[in-house]
């Protein structure tokens, strides 16, 4: 009993520590050290799950799954410096301007793109800031609405694939449910693999988006004045239309598509992605050395943070599981009774709160690691479960007073908008999603129906 109340302790420590700013990793790895140290000293834990850290490490060295993280990164940070989101949104702002609700409707498009190009919610949200609140409010958006949209479709990064998150929730999420395999007594060779995720998500994606566009008509329709057309709109030929929005919409196309008919590994299709975006920006004369320098620098600082928090997020899965950690959290969702959902509620429910102090990337490799094998055990379906866990903290992201999105959107927007205005714009697309996530629970179907019918 003294190990599993060490193990809780270990996980609140962390969360404190974090809420004062302290760098994720060096939280994680450093607070699970110290438990370790006092546990060995005190006789309560065992240090053969410290040693073990180096395979876990050497695992993630040779795990060829994650190499698509650092060229999804590439490839989302070439398109970003290639300023084809820029060319994108102008074109396709003109050709839908000249309608109550166009400039919203080009924003939602050109968000969901974004997002599946970027894949990470930070960058899609600062992007979309920069280029498109200007120019809404110019045209009399109402701030609630603009700030709203952007942070609304900013998060689309989190569920639309390839997204950067379901890379890493696909790689434990695999490993999860082995474990939950092995526990059960069940010899599978059955796995879930990222690109079981990515097919997944599909679906909820664009129905998510397909939500975003009929409130913001129903807004236009209810108050045109909220999102009024402009009083003089450029045309724009059909031609440069499409030719904004063929490119990245193909290379798009190309990875995602080669990953769901199973013509390629994520991670080669992430490979195909990284060269494509690097064409194509070579194609519109963005790429000089500086420029290089730039998409080489950020690509290797994020993909440094990752791998960083993944190696001290280890360490405390080790040290977690040492304290007898995941037998305390199986033994509190039996004392609760009311079966499988009641405990999935909760985890849900948990998880959407630590959206608001952490990143999805400790949320994954902390939280994940810990409660997927037990729901998965309890016969949940991990395509579906690992859906379910992407929506959820994309809408903890954009849920005031502490979602991401908001702080993202808030470092960018103009002094003129205010902060409540940002708080307010997002409520109706919280609900939204909320609405999205509890739909999903009682139709699985929209999750599992596309990964069945692909054979996955």
């Not at 690691?369 to 992407?390: C, H, N, R, T, Y």
Request: with cysteine; charged share 10%; net charge negative.
């Amino acid at each position: 009993m003294i190990e599993g109340e060490l193990a809780l302790a270990l996980f609140a420590s962390v969360c404190t520590l974090l809420l004062f700013g302290f760098p994720v990793a060096l939280t994680l790895g450093g607070t699970a050290l110290l438990f370790a140290s006092f546990g060995v000293i005190a006789g309560h834990f065992d240090a053969s799950f410290v040693a073990a850290l180096s395979g876990r490490i050497f695992g993630t060295i040779t795990n060829e799954t994650l190499v698509a993280v650092p060229l999804f990164i590439l490839m989302g940070v070439t398109l970003e410096r290639a300023k084809i989101a820029e060319e994108l949104l102008t074109a396709m702002a003109n050709a839908l301007g000249n309608r109550t609700g166009g400039l919203g409707m080009a924003v939602i498009i050109v968000g969901a793109l974004l997002a599946a190009s970027t894949g990470i919610v930070g960058a899609t949200v600062v992007t979309m800031g920069v280029l498109a609140l200007p120019s809404m409010l110019k045209a009399g958006y109402n701030p609630k609405l603009a700030t709203g949209l952007i942070c609304a479709t900013g998060t689309l990064g989190q569920i639309i694939p390839p997204s950067i998150a379901l890379v890493l929730l696909g790689d434990i999420m695999s490993t999860a449910y082995q474990q939950a395999q092995l526990q059960s007594g069940i010899i599978n060779t059955q796995t879930v693999s990222v690109g079981d995720l990515f097919v997944g998500s599909l679906l909820p994606g664009l129905v998510l988006v397909g939500l975003y566009l009929s409130y913001l008509l129903f807004v236009g329709w209810r108050n045109p004045s909220n999102c009024p057309a402009p009083e003089e709109a450029a045309a724009t030929p059909g031609t440069t239309v499409l030719g904004a929005i063929a490119p990245p919409l193909g290379l798009i196309t190309v990875v995602l598509g080669s990953i769901i008919l199973g013509a390629a590994t994520p991670t080669e299709a992430a490979g195909v992605g990284a060269v494509g975006a690097m064409a194509l920006a070579s194609f519109k004369h963005a790429l000089n050395l500086s420029v290089l320098k730039d998409i080489a620098r950020s690509t290797m600082q994020t993909t440094s943070m990752v791998f960083l928090i993944l190696i001290g997020a280890a360490l405390f899965s080790l040290v977690f599981r040492g304290f007898g950690g995941d037998e305390a959290i199986e033994g509190f969702f039996e004392t609760l009774g009311g079966g499988p959902h009641v405990a999935l509620l909760i985890v849900m429910l948990v998880m959407f709160l630590l959206g608001f102090i952490l990143d999805f990337i400790e949320i994954t490799f902390v939280v994940v690691p810990i409660v997927a094998p037990i729901l998965l055990s309890m016969g949940f379906d991990p395509i579906w479960l690992g859906v379910m866990i992407a929506v959820n903290l994309q809408t903890s992201f954009l849920t005031p007073p502490f979602g991401f999105a908001l702080f993202y959107l808030r470092g960018v927007a103009d002094d003129s908008v205010a902060t409540s205005d940002i708080y307010q714009g997002v409520i109706p697309f919280v609900f939204i999603q909320i609405g999205l996530l509890g739909t999903l629970w009682l139709i699985p179907d929209i999750v599992t129906w596309l990964p069945s019918m692909m054979g996955r």
